[in-house]
């Protein structure tokens, strides 16, 4: 393939584009992103092979847009090569017309929650034995302790903080939207004086922190290769998902941004642990 110069590159004559399929999947070996700006010279991707790009002046782009240098082989291929991004795009399109379409829920009415529908039976077990339910409630508080102990055992003892500092990440962000937006109880809400927070104390609904816990817990076994201690984690998390929404102490969207904050803030407290300096205990 012919070379490229820095002199060339930079160029006012530089107006062309150097690969016109932006959507043609990659060579093995070749660089695997089309995204790649070209500020001088080839880029060499993995294995030595070289990618040619769009060409950027002074980053602003050269030459036609995109879309004008596709052809029906790249549609195609972005069907065969990405194919979750289209899936996605479907799912765009269906949510469009349902968000546009559905009934609102009427002021005078309970939330609609699908999970509270599809545990409904489990409610009503729950609510026609109160022993039950606090027996379960005391079992999701150990679990929660648990996960709690795990957490704060990683970083004391085993010099690992990223998973307190995700917690703690977390627990502040929850504690901001929580105040935020104070949603109402639900009013099939069935308590118990050992759940956690035990007492029958306030709490906040948006979003859920047993869940969140329980996947930063989970991730930082998978990290550590604890794979059936993270496995047990996540079926616990499942088991306490259902009783939450059974017991009507969560509702759906707060146990779904639970998980995704689990994720997120474990995420975040890894790139932070990367950029400052080892915390005291680390070795």
Known sequence: MKRVSSAN?????????LLTSPYRPPDKGNCRSNNVKVMGNKKAGAHGNVAYYHVFNGGVHSGKPSFMKWTLNDVVNVVRS????????????????VEYTI?????????????????????????????LNTVLAALNTVFVLVQTVYIVWAWLIEGRPRATISALFMFTCRGILGCSTQLPLPQEFLGSGVDFPVGNVSFFLFFSGHVAGAVIASLDMRRMQRRVMAWLFDIL???????????????????????????????????????????????
């Open 9 to 17: 590159v930079f160029s006012t004559t530089a107006t062309t584009t």
């Open 103 to 131: 009934p609102m829920v009427p002021h005078s009415s309970p939330p609609l929650d699908w999970g509270f529908l599809l545990t409904r039976s489990f409610h009503r077990a729950l609510a026609s034995r109160p022993l």
């Open 82 to 97: 990405y194919r979750i991004p289209c899936v996605f795009a479907v799912g765009l399109v269906f949510f469009m017309y």
């Open 237 to 283: 998390n499942v088991l306490q998902s259902l009783r939450l929404s059974a017991t009507r102490g969560h509702y759906t969207i707060d146990l779904a941004v639970g998980l995704g904050a689990g994720i997120l803030f474990d995420f975040l407290a890894g790139k932070y642990e990367h950029s400052e300096p080892p915390l005291p205990l680390v070795p």
